[in-house]
């Protein structure tokens, strides 16, 4: 990776941040810049981060980076390699060839669109390969800017049963319908976290991505968290940046309670950056071997769970810390406060960490546990 090019990236995402900051915006230019420096095609086969080499310590980083520069871009990236990673790991050959052709040569721009209202998705079987949807999903981060959205939903079939992924062209089907009203957050305004109606949209079996419930096997699922705590300590160190230049400004470097502050957010923050490189790390190591799916996912829930308390009390040292004059708009500290407030929350925060519990009583000793 060119790292003076990257410095520039992250630097120019960082400047147009407040410019995209409004309902309804999605970080176009940006993602012009991340697909011109290659970073969309970087997992794929034969590329810097080639999902067959592990590397997972330094895609961490790289999510963190671009999370540090701007939250939202963070979040739809994350999509786009999570999406990759599924098809790294379900897809056949020839969905492999098709799907990284469209990122490499066309620059197509993937999502993992699973959250879901009442109003779900149903992947309807008519027969001869061919599949209708019916149903939205919610939280669609990316909204029509994702050209390959990979969705799941309920498949209806006399023959298969499950949670269904599948990947839609977009420019081969009937418009998806975007409800941009569902999506008045506090904060990750330019994540374009829309409703997505796929009623009616039409798809055929070279669609449909990996057997039915594979979405939800381990320890990929589950374990996959690292990637978005990786981008939430990005936010962090960008509170800490901002929390240091407010400071130095206003001329307070001097005083023994900003520097105890300013301690406990550097020690919180590169505690982070060790519990998410130990976890790339454990990761790669323990997908080697086939019994280590529970200590994967344990480890996942905790570096998860740890990220997201860095998180919090760095947001409330840095708000002690500039006091209501650092919080105000359009500086950088009053968005990525909103937006790293709106990104922490990720489902079920509790089942997580009573997880961790649960995996630890399983165990007949708590020495050695994560070795
Ligand atoms: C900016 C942003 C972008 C997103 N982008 C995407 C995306 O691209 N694709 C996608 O699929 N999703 C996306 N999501 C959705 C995300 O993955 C989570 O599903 C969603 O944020 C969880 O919403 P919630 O906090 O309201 O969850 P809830 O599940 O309602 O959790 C809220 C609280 O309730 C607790 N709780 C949960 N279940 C129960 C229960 N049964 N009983 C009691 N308590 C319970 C939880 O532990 C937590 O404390 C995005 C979310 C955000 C914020």
Redesign the pocket.
């Known amino acids: 990776m060119n790292l003076n090019l990257l410095n520039t990236i992250y630097q120019n995402i960082v400047s147009h941040a407040p410019l995209i900051d409004q309902d309804g915006c999605f970080p176009e230019q940006e993602f012009t810049w991340l697909a011109d420096a290659s970073l969309l095609q970087i997992t794929l086969p034969g590329q810097l981060l080639d999902f067959t080499r592990g590397n997972t310590p330094t895609l961490l980083q790289l999510l963190k980076n671009v999370g540090r520069a701007s939250l ?1 871009v963070g ?1 739809i990236y994350e ?1 786009h390699i999570n999406a990759l990673y599924l098809i790294h790991l379900y897809a056949t050959s020839e969905q492999q060839k098709r799907w990284y052709t469209d990122v490499s040569q066309h620059h197509q721009l993937f ?5 879901q209202a009442q109003d779900g998705i149903r992947i309807h079987d008519l027969g001869s390969g061919r599949y209708r949807l019916e149903g939205c ?6 909204g029509s800017h994702v050209t390959r959205p990979l969705i799941t939903g309920e498949l209806v079939s006399p023959d298969k049963k499950g949670w269904q992924m599948c990947i839609i062209p977009t420019e081969k089907v009937k418009i998806i319908v975007e409800d941009r009203s569902f999506w008045k ?1 506090l904060g ?1 305004k330019a ?1 374009a ?1 829309f409703k997505m109606d796929f009623t009616g949209i039409e798809i055929s079996e070279e669609d449909l991505l990996g057997p039915p419930n594979a979405y939800y096997q381990q320890p990929y699922f589950s374990g996959g968290a690292i990637r978005f705590a990786a981008v939430q300590l990005g936010g962090a160190e960008a509170v800490m940046e901002e929390m240091h230049h407010f400071i130095t400004m206003m001329n307070r470097t001097q005083d023994p309670f900003q520097q105890a502050r300013m301690a406990e957010i550097t020690y919180l923050t590169e505690s982070g950056n060790l519990w998410i490189n130990q976890a790339g790390a454990k990761t790669d190591e323990w997908l080697q071997s086939d019994d280590r799916t529970d200590q994967i996912l344990a480890y996942a829930n905790m570096t998860r769970t740890m990220i997201e308390e860095i998180c919090l009390r760095t947001l409330q040292l840095a708000e002690r810390s500039v006091g209501s004059r650092g919080l105000m708009r359009p500086d950088r500290l009053e968005r990525v406060h909103r937006d790293l407030t ?2 922490l ?7 997580t960490l009573t997880a961790i519990g649960a995996y630890v009583f399983n165990q007949p000793a708590t020495h050695d546990i994560w070795n």
């Not at 999502?111 to 959250?115: A, E």
């Not at 999903?137 to 990316?142: D, R």
């Open positions: 939202p979040r999509g999502g993992v669109w699973n959250t999903k919610t939280f669609c981060s990316g957050p990750m994540s976290s709106t990104y929350r990720q489902p079920a925060p509790d089942a």
